[in-house]
């Protein structure tokens, strides 16, 4: 069982798992560890699927790399941890991508264009959300 560290918030410390197959999660990376999140980054999608399969997590923000293989990664995560966020954060070509991200499990889907202040916008309300309705 995880061991859950108690922040100046109050509330469990959130633990964020990021998976950079993108440019522009770099920032929100930096931005959440500077509000205190446990963030763990790795670099690919396997390197992903191992650490959740050892630890909890609060959420996942996956840089969209391969857009076919992340709909399958995120459709399999959604059904092995009914629960578990996951933000996709790339280069998404239109709105029918973002559908099919959305569909496949995403919670969000942001496009790599947006600045990091709104990734980390967006991670800190689906964290707030879950901690609200003790989703954790």
């Known amino acids: 069982l995880p061991i859950w560290v108690v922040w100046e918030g109050g509330f469990n410390m959130p633990e964020i798992l990021i998976v950079k197959e993108c440019f522009g999660i770099e920032q929100a990376l930096h931005q959440l560890t500077a509000l205190e999140y446990s963030c763990t980054a790795v670099q690919n999608r396997e390197e992903a699927s191992e650490l959740l ?6 959420l996942v923000l996956l840089g969209i790399g391969h857009l076919e293989a992340d709909l399958l990664w995120i459709e399999d995560i959604a059904g092995r941890y009914p629960g578990l966020p996951v933000i996709a954060v ?16 995403a919670w ?3 496009p790599s264009s947006c600045s990091s202040g709104e990734i980390t916008a967006r991670v800190k309300a689906i964290v707030r ?4 309705y003790g989703e954790r």
């Open 90 to 105: 790339g280069n998404v070509k239109d709105s029918g991508e973002r559908i099919r991200l959305l569909n496949h499990g």
């Open 108 to 110: 969000d889907c942001i």
């Open 129 to 132: 959300r879950r901690e609200k």
């Open 53 to 58: 399969h050892h630890q909890m997590y609060d």
